[in-house]
């Protein structure tokens, strides 16, 4: 059983950046594409993007988040990465990370297709 901790989450002002980490135990990440989802108070849960376990990775993103948010990963460390930069006060949130079994290029955006989930963290943009 795979179980994601996220970490990194925090209070910051727009314009600036955080990084999130999702670490998992439990089991190896190297065959789950790994997908950064966030819900904001009173709203839906969102796809905010998602890394494939391919060697030569694949990506991809809301386009909400696009050109400001990368995803990263480190197969070695059981981690993944969501760098976030130039921050809106709409990106206040709290950001889940989740793994989901899949093909090799598969960067489904369907919250349907991940098997584990963290437990999230709270990122707060201030204006």
């Known amino acids: 059983q795979v179980q994601l901790v996220e970490s990194g989450g925090g209070l910051v002002q727009a314009g600036g950046s955080l990084r999130l980490s999702c670490a998992a135990s439990g089991g190896t990440l190297r065959r789950y594409k790994m997908g950064w989802f966030r819900q904001a108070p009173g709203k839906a849960r969102e796809f905010v993007g998602v890394?494939?376990?391919?060697?030569?990775?694949?990506?991809n993103y809301a386009d909400s988040v696009k050109g400001r948010f990368t995803i990263s990963r480190d197969n070695a460390k059981n981690t993944v990465y969501l760098q976030m930069n130039s921050l809106k006060p709409e990106d206040t949130a709290v950001y889940y990370c989740?793994?989901?079994?899949?093909?090799?290029?598969?960067?489904?955006?369907?919250?349907?297709?991940?098997?584990?989930w963290g437990q999230g963290t709270q990122v707060t943009v201030s204006s």
């Open positions: 989740a793994a989901g079994g899949s093909a090799l290029y598969d960067v489904s955006p369907n919250p349907n297709e991940y098997d584990y």
């Open positions: 890394i494939s376990w391919s060697v030569v990775v694949t990506t």
